[in-house]
């Protein structure tokens, strides 16, 4: 949890200096699929929240501004109706992370191209 808070300030301290400096970041950089996903499980009490974030670098970058929308629904088709009980332990969550991976790489190869894409990060990721 503690490794989640640490990185979660640290890439938002690195989108802030770059931001403030209005220069174009080199490297890779964090783009934020959301501001957060929110999708109904299973269970209809119950929903997950995630902030899944693309590393990408080059114009991976742009693709993904771009076609944000696109990604955000498939996004919400992968994960929704899911139990609960399949997202409980770590290496499930991981599992999941990969999918989303995934679909991500498959979505940006359908409206362009993922070329430049390195990985995708959870942030935040809840059920309630």
């Given at each position: 949890?503690?490794q989640?808070?640490l ?16 220069e174009?970041a080199e490297?890779?950089q964090y783009?934020?699929?959301g501001?957060?996903l929110i999708?109904?499980l299973?269970?209809?009490k ?9 590393m ?13 929308p696109?990604l955000?629904n498939?996004?919400i088709?992968?994960?929704s ?8 332990t770590?290496?499930q969550r ?10 991500i790489l498959k ?5 362009g191209?993922s070329?430049?894409?390195?990985e ?9």
């Amino acid at each position: 949890m503690r490794q989640s808070i640490l990185f979660a300030c640290l890439v938002v301290i690195s989108l802030s200096v770059a931001a403030n400096e209005g220069e174009k970041a080199e490297g890779p950089q964090y783009i934020p699929i959301g501001p957060k996903l929110i999708v109904n499980l299973l269970n209809p009490k119950q929903l997950m929240q995630i902030n899944p974030q693309v590393m990408a670098e080059g114009e991976a970058v742009e693709e993904i501004k771009k076609n944000m929308p696109a990604l955000k629904n498939a996004l919400i088709m992968l994960l929704s109706g899911r139990d609960a009980q399949e997202l409980t332990t770590s290496q499930q969550r991981e599992a999941l992370r990969k999918e989303t991976a995934e679909v991500i790489l498959k979505t940006l190869e359908k409206y362009g191209s993922s070329e430049g894409v390195k990985e995708v990060l959870f942030t935040d990721f809840r059920v309630n």
